[in-house]
């Protein structure tokens, strides 16, 4: 059964720093793009950055600078370091492996509370 399990959401402070991992029960995961989504409440979910499997990342506008993806085959799992994180980063996380269009698997996500 293909599982996506995404960990390391909590609680911190503006200006803090957070790793989230998506590690994935997913038969050749290493050829899979994989991106990380949220969803604030009351907002549309927005990809945040992906990363293909040739570990060629890619950030939205908000993040560049401050976040960075990575991916580790042999453990299946992929990485978002969050650093300097605001407010307004406060949401839902989620991994999404996309292999096609028809081929693409979502995790159940995890929150992401930016506040002092």
């Known amino acids: 059964q293909v599982q996506l399990v995404e960990s390391g959401g909590g609680l911190v402070q503006p200006g803090g720093s957070l790793r989230l991992a998506c590690a994935a029960s997913?038969?050749?995961?290493?050829?899979?793009?994989v991106h990380w989504y949220r969803q604030a409440p009351g907002k549309q979910r927005e990809l945040v950055a992906a990363?293909?499997?040739?570990?060629?990342?890619n950030y939205a506008e908000s993040v560049k600078g401050r976040f960075i993806v990575s991916r580790d085959n042999a453990k299946n799992t992929v990485y978002l370091q969050m650093n300097n994180l605001k407010p307004e980063d406060t949401a839902v996380y989620y991994c999404?492996?996309?292999?096609?269009?028809?081929?693409?698997?979502w995790g159940q996500g995890t929150q992401v509370t930016v506040s002092s």
């Open positions: 999404n492996a996309r292999l096609t269009v028809s081929i693409n698997y």
């Open positions: 990363i293909t499997p040739l570990d060629s990342a």
């Open positions: 997913i038969r050749g995961f290493n050829i899979y793009t």
